[in-house]
């Protein structure tokens, strides 16, 4: 081993050094980039599909109950929970969750004709904040690639004192 090397470094002087290194993170070829970038593509336009056939189909009631804007938005977190596990990280269920709001809210505006898709009504507002935080708790169920806190300990050691 030789004592200039920096790579072993320690948290307490005179400390043994670990048995095993910590393991390197794998080097990403150009054929896993193109890939994933292939992959997150196919999500977000994933989540354009499903933003606009929801918002078309939003509005259609079961009685009086907006059943329909319910199980468009529990479809919703299904895509981004099914994206985020499918690509192993928060950034493929950020995709088609971001996909699917900016659609969503597009369609929600009125057009100058006075023409819309989502209209302001009970169905329209349950399809709208209920898809909102079906995202946001596909992306948070969803776990992180790497354990929290590691962009800080990265290449650190734990000693046992």
């Known amino acids: 081993m030789d004592p200039n090397d920096d790579a072993r470094v320690t948290l307490e002087k005179g400390a043994a050094p670990p048995d095993d290194p910590p393991p390197a993170a794998p080097a990403e070829t150009p054929v896993a980039a193109v890939l994933a970038g292939a992959s997150h593509g196919a999500f977000a336009l994933l989540g354009v599909v499903v933003a606009v056939l929801g918002s078309f189909a939003q509005n259609w009631t079961a009685g009086a109950l907006p059943i329909p804007a319910v199980a468009l938005a529990l479809l919703n977190f299904a895509l981004v929970r099914g994206a985020g596990w499918a690509t192993g990280s928060r950034l493929g269920a950020f995709v088609p969750a971001a ?34 935080l ?28």
């Open 99 to 132: 996909a699917w709001v900016v659609v969503t809210l597009v369609l929600s505006l009125k057009r100058p004709e006075g023409d819309l898709v989502i209209g302001g009504t009970v169905s329209g507002y349950v399809y709208i904040i209920g898809g909102i």
């Open 134 to 161: 079906a995202a946001v708790g596909g992306w948070l169920a969803t776990p992180p690639a790497r354990p929290a806190g590691d962009w800080l300990t990265r290449g650190a050691t734990h000693v046992d004192g």
